[in-house]
């Protein structure tokens, strides 16, 4: 998982896309040098601040390209580029074409046409489970995203209360990664959630848990832009399958992008909530006299 200043610094960058962003902006709200906070920084995500700062406007650029008539140097000056030549050169380089180019043929694409999100329910891989799946609905939210052009969204539409979850989810074997210790990680923003979290869950051939971590004792509430969470669990070899996604309990809405998985060595600490080290040692209180 990011550390706090790291994850301090990417709600920073969040708010103030559309501004001028130095480095030295950084320091009153973190509490550490910039030469300092460059170094965590590109240790923990592999970028460099400037990296991500231009990635999410580059996805923001993308939004606005497909879903406001703002001409290219409109949006090339409101995300703080120098020039329509430099917007186009970033845009290029991640999105493959020139940005005029991504407007016609994404819009061709879409037909300008808004769907509701309710009829959005066939997304590829993933499906809806939890207590009370009749709750909650989940799309894909082709305006909200933290990189790319997509997200995956889930929300509630019956005003459930925290007795009540939903979940969007996959399940896969885990083959690939038994004997191993993995790291799950993914974006999430919230809006006026109850509670909400990325989870993740290893099973064994007879359906018995054996490592799961649902971000309970770290549960995101509220309102809160894109940030990055992470879960890490050992694979046990007698698994047999991986379950991960995204839980939201009670209501509101959450947005999910950039899921990965990857292998981890064992100076990563796990997340695992079954672990036998938060069991005592020794029993107490056997007589109830404490």
Partial sequence: MYSSVTQQTISFIEGQLSNELLLDNFAPVVGYSKFHLSRIFKAETGMTISEYIRMRRLAIAAMYLLYSSESILEIAFMLQFQSQEAFTRSFKELYAMPPGRYRKMMQTLYGMEEEEMEKQTDVRGWFLSGSHPQNYHFGVDEKIFHSGTKSGALYSINKPGLDSFGTMMQSF????????????????????????????????????TLQFDNMDNRAITGTTDWNYYSIVLDVPQESTSIHFGVLLAGSGKVWADGFKFEEVDEKVPTTNMMTIEQLPKQPVNLTFSD
Avoid: H, M, P
């Fill in 173 to 208: 074997l885990s083959d690939d990664f038994k004997g191993k210790r993995i790291k799950l990680s993914c974006y999430l923003k919230t809006e006026q959630v109850d509670k909400c979290g990325a989870w993740c869950r290893i099973d064994n051939a007879a359906g018995d």
